[in-house]
């Protein structure tokens, strides 16, 4: 059996990592005489992680310096990939010259990688919804692996899409603001299903070596702390909500230093190799530069075992990173989680702790001092009940495996 994973993100992002970590596990158990082909922008940097995969890459992919040839050469290969999606004849033609195209044509099953953020305001949106569209002519079976669709406020788009998605076999959303536009969409119920994010499901593996440093650090002394290089979109002023949330980030790692000596440790979820140089560390940077010393960056390139194990140590992660909120859930670390996509809303909420959640658009230092400091004070009755609702997510993983062997 020939398996596709389409569009696999880049594991500079470690929460893109565990869930491409996860897809594969996860269909190797469902289908375990399968053999998996993934499509990716980079397919050299992503084999050196997961080598038992056959990586190709995408056919709009463009490494050129210049910023306007990079871009010719995206649009052109989106026009490329739309033609062949409009005219079978071609794509049989010129499949025996495209490794993409002869993946794809003989592939039994197709997954829609795990994570996705189907957002139309996104610059990815139209590549993403070419690429599908490609891919749903091939008529082959589609699975759309846990991820999150909004509301597409174009309707010619809107209509491809659904047209698109209504081909697959089964469709996984991980909240419930996907569900229901996805559902309002008149796609048959027996199709969708609101599952966890697949990083939930992740386990560390215990054979990894961790970092000595990270080994002596004392466990529960310091608090964890994510952030993000947010453009505000929804600001008049996006400038200022850079500085606000900054300087908010930086006001509480003084707050509960002076009360109650605990540091914060900036940890990053973007690696040094990402598309912006240096992943997230100069956000972080920013913090620490504000905070008198209560914060100080990490900046190790961490392993994504490392960064769990890190954040497993903290007493509680204040986390603008979805994913490392849900690393930090894993070991049972309570979580102040800053909202600045609906996902992380739409996360929280499952687990019933939108009480420590808050939006990076309303971020005050008083609005996020006072979260976390109702975190510090329930943290450990907040890590019994968490570490209850893990458990229970975690056993629904066979559940999604036979669920795939069904179809």
């Given at each position: 059996?020939?398996?596709?994973?389409?569009?696999?993100?880049?594991?500079?992002?470690?929460?893109?990592?565990?869930?491409?970590?996860?897809?594969?596990?996860?269909?190797?158990?469902?289908?375990?005489?399968?053999?998996?082909?993934?499509?990716?922008?980079?397919?050299?940097?992503?084999?050196?992680?997961?080598?038992?995969?056959?990586?190709?890459?995408?056919?709009?992919?463009?490494?050129?310096?210049?910023?306007?040839?990079?871009?010719?050469?995206?649009?052109?290969?989106?026009?490329?990939?739309?033609?062949?999606?409009?005219?079978?004849?071609?794509?049989?033609?010129?499949?025996?010259?495209?490794?993409?195209?002869?993946?794809?044509?003989?592939?039994?099953?197709?997954?829609?990688?795990?994570?996705?953020?189907?957002?139309?305001?996104?610059?990815?949106?139209?590549?993403?919804?070419?690429?599908?569209?490609?891919?749903?002519?091939?008529?082959?079976?589609?699975?759309f692996a846990p991820q999150s669709i909004e509301k597409i406020n174009n309707l010619p788009l809107q209509n491809l899409f659904t047209k698109c998605i209504s081909k697959a076999e089964l469709i996984?959303?991980?909240?419930?603001?996907?569900?229901?536009?996805?559902?309002?969409?008149?796609?048959?119920?027996?199709?969708?299903?609101?599952?966890?994010?697949?990083?939930?499901?992740?386990?560390?593996?215990?054979?990894?070596?961790?970092?000595?440093?990270?080994?002596?650090?004392?466990?529960?002394?310091?608090?964890?702390?994510?952030?993000?290089?947010?453009?505000?979109?929804?600001?008049?002023?996006?400038?200022?909500?850079?500085?606000?949330?900054?300087?908010?980030?930086?006001?509480?790692?003084?707050?509960f230093y002076h009360k109650y000596g605990l540091p914060m440790f900036l940890v990053r979820q973007i690696g040094n190799s990402s598309k912006d140089g240096n992943g997230d560390i100069g956000i972080?940077?920013?913090?620490?530069?504000?905070?008198?010393?209560?914060?100080?960056?990490?900046?190790?390139?961490?392993?994504?075992?490392?960064?769990?194990?890190?954040?497993?140590?903290?007493?509680?992660?204040?986390?603008?990173?979805?994913?490392?909120?849900?690393?930090?859930?894993?070991?049972?670390?309570?979580?102040?989680?800053?909202?600045?996509?609906?996902?992380?809303?739409?996360?929280?909420?499952?687990?019933?702790?939108?009480?420590?959640?808050?939006?990076?658009?309303?971020?005050?230092?008083?609005?996020?001092?006072?979260?976390?400091?109702?975190?510090?004070?329930?943290?450990?009755?907040?890590?019994?009940?968490?570490?209850?609702?893990?458990?229970?997510?975690?056993?629904?993983?066979?559940?999604?495996?036979?669920?795939?062997?069904?179809?």
């Amino acid at each position: 059996m020939k398996i596709v994973i389409s569009h696999v993100f880049g594991t500079q992002n470690k929460g893109d990592w565990i869930l491409v970590s996860e897809i594969i596990e996860i269909l190797k158990l469902a289908f375990p005489d399968s053999t998996i082909y993934a499509i990716t922008r980079d397919p050299e940097s992503q084999s050196a992680v997961f080598p038992e995969v056959i990586w190709c890459s995408r056919l709009e992919t463009s490494f050129k310096r210049n910023k306007l040839w990079r871009n010719l050469e995206i649009i052109t290969g989106l026009f490329k990939i739309a033609v062949l999606a409009k005219f079978k004849f071609l794509f049989n033609l010129l499949k025996v010259y495209e490794p993409y195209l002869q993946i794809i044509s003989s592939a039994d099953l197709i997954v829609m990688c795990p994570g996705g953020y189907w957002d139309y305001s996104h610059p990815s949106f139209i590549s993403n919804l070419v690429n599908l569209w490609l891919l749903v002519s091939c008529n082959k079976k589609i699975i759309f692996a846990p991820q999150s669709i909004e509301k597409i406020n174009n309707l010619p788009l809107q209509n491809l899409f659904t047209k698109c998605i209504s081909k697959a076999e089964l469709i996984f959303v991980r909240e419930s603001e996907s569900y229901n536009y996805v559902n309002s969409l008149s796609i048959p119920k027996h199709k969708l299903f609101q599952v966890p994010d697949l990083a939930f499901y992740h386990a560390m593996d215990v054979s990894y070596p961790i970092a000595k440093k990270l080994i002596a650090i004392e466990a529960g002394k310091f608090i964890a702390c994510t952030a993000v290089d947010w453009h505000f979109p929804n600001s008049p002023n996006p400038q200022k909500s850079h500085e606000k949330y900054i300087f908010s980030l930086a006001e509480s790692a003084k707050y509960f230093y002076h009360k109650y000596g605990l540091p914060m440790f900036l940890v990053r979820q973007i690696g040094n190799s990402s598309k912006d140089g240096n992943g997230d560390i100069g956000i972080l940077q920013e913090v620490e530069d504000i905070s008198d010393g209560a914060a100080r960056v990490i900046e190790d390139d961490l392993h994504p075992d490392e960064l769990i194990y890190l954040l497993s140590k903290s007493l509680f992660l204040i986390g603008s990173r979805m994913h490392s909120n849900i690393f930090a859930l894993l070991s049972a670390r309570p979580v102040v989680a800053i909202s600045y996509q609906k996902k992380t809303e739409g996360i929280m909420k499952m687990l019933s702790l939108q009480d420590y959640l808050i939006s990076i658009d309303e971020i005050t230092p008083n609005s996020l001092i006072a979260i976390a400091q109702n975190v510090y004070d329930t943290h450990q009755q907040l890590s019994m009940e968490i570490k209850s609702k893990i458990s229970e997510i975690q056993s629904q993983k066979n559940n999604l495996i036979k669920m795939l062997q069904n179809i």
